[in-house]
């Protein structure tokens, strides 16, 4: 058994100590600013700099949903990103599931293609996807008017490739498919084909070895897939600045975009309390996926 002298304890406690000070100091740096949203959206007299509050209103909350448009953006936010979040789920867990159990040449190039869709950058992507997307829109509103007459508009609101939520869901979905394309091959390729071969030992159909045996399974990486997207489409904000043009179909990203460029001054209460808003959604979403992660990982498989 080796003999650690006093020298190397106190060595090491030294280092454990410089270590430690170094995250609690980036911790303290990182942590102020959103200190100062969370403080500021409470202040009736909310500043450029931290400052504690004389006295604490709710009226910066009161103001978003009341003499701002902060529960439309807020409903459009959540409205798109998580139509754009399921639909990446379940196509991302059906050709994760696919290219996972399929044996071919063409698998491995394919899967490097439309990984470069990800890593090309958006806007280098803005002005073909933009023209595209105008064609699809100028065709569909085409054939919706001599059907519909005045009420089109009003459908195209839900169902346009330009200025509506369909096309910015696609949009959306298909900037973050890739990756989670990636993610559920890799975790479908760890795991075993034996719950497969035994349910169709048992009799059973595809729907039931896909609803009974591979949903369940397939839970942590659809929850890590599913989280991946709901992150970044959230906080996109390229996509529905080109997409969107009408005011009552913006996003909270835009909301906050038109908070900061106020003609007269910036409204720092109204800013940190959309920003508090705005933060709350995806700090709830990491909380669910982590723990069902966690529960699904310790006692999913089991069972």
Not at 28 to 47: H, K, T, Y
Request: glycine letters at 8%; aromatic letters at 14%; proline letters at 5%.
């Amino acid at each position: 058994m080796a003999v650690v002298s006093p020298s190397e304890t106190a060595n090491r406690g030294r280092s454990d100590l410089i270590a430690y000070a170094t995250l609690s100091l980036i911790s303290i740096f990182c942590a102020v600013p959103f200190f100062w949203v969370l403080i500021a959206s409470f202040d009736g007299n909310a500043q450029l700099f931290l400052h504690w509050p004389e006295q604490w209103t709710f009226a910066n909350y009161v103001r978003v949903f009341t003499k701002e448009d902060g529960a439309k953006w807020l409903f459009n936010s959540l409205f798109v990103v998580g139509g754009a979040t399921l639909l990446v789920m379940v196509l991302s867990g059906l050709g994760g599931y696919a290219l996972s159990r399929t044996r071919a040449w063409w698998k491995l190039p394919f899967l490097y293609a439309i990984l470069l869709i990800r890593v090309l950058p958006p806007t280098a992507l803005v002005v073909p996807l933009y023209k595209f997307l105008l064609t699809l829109n100028n065709a569909e509103a085409a054939v919706l008017r001599p059907i519909f007459g005045s009420y089109a508009r009003d459908i195209m609101r839900w169902t346009g490739f330009i200025d509506g939520y369909l096309g910015l869901i696609l949009v959306l979905a298909t900037m973050q498919l890739p990756l989670a394309l990636w993610i559920m091959k890799t975790f479908f390729d760890g795991l075993p084909r034996d719950y497969e071969e035994a349910a169709l030992m048992d009799g059973a159909t595809l729907i039931q070895r896909i609803r009974r045996v591979l949903i369940p399974l397939a839970l942590p990486g659809l929850a890590a897939a599913g989280l991946f997207a709901f992150m970044s489409a959230w906080g996109d904000f390229l996509l529905p600045l080109i997409l969107l043009s009408s005011p009552e179909l913006q996003t909270l990203p835009l909301g906050l975009f038109r908070a900061f460029l106020r003609i007269n001054e910036i409204d720092y209460g109204l800013l940190t309390a959309l920003a508090f808003i705005y933060l709350l959604p995806a700090v709830v979403a990491f909380g669910f996926a982590r723990r069902f992660l966690v529960q699904t990982f310790s006692g999913g498989v089991k069972g």
